[in-house]
């Protein structure tokens, strides 16, 4: 199976930035797509970017509205590593990060078949 582990999480600023990365790492060669999801305090996990990493659609990346012009989303296959650069954080970022294998352009969490363990991020006024 395919294992992740994110890292780069911590408290910051609003407006601040932080950088999260997720190695991957067992039977990578099979996935298509990865993507980042985040659970605040009390909701639901939602879908804030995915990027296809194989095949003809490799780089593309699609984001939640909430995101759009201040998360980038980005992958290196030579390392196996998927990033997700967040600049202008806001409050409502904080929530748990996890980043997903297996994903579609919708955001949804009902294609991921493999989650990572999550990193705190924490936005503070």
């Known amino acids: 199976q395919v294992q992740l582990e994110e890292s780069g999480g911590g408290s910051v600023q609003a407006g601040g930035s932080l950088r999260l990365s997720c190695a991957a790492s067992g039977y990578t060669y099979s996935l298509r797509c990865l993507g980042w999801f985040r659970q605040p305090p009390g909701k639901e996990r939602e879908g804030v970017a995915v990027i296809y990493t194989r095949g003809s659609l490799s780089g593309w990346a699609g984001y939640a509205d909430s995101v759009k012009g201040r998360f980038t989303i980005s992958q290196d296959n030579a390392k196996n590593t998927l990033y997700l650069q967040m600049t202008s954080l806001k409050p409502e970022d904080t929530a748990m990060y996890y980043c997903?294998?297996?994903?579609?352009?919708?955001?949804?969490?009902?294609?991921?078949?493999?989650w990572g363990q999550g990193t705190q991020v924490t936005v503070s006024s």
């Open positions: 997903a294998a297996e994903c579609d352009a919708g955001l949804g969490t009902r294609a991921v078949r493999f």
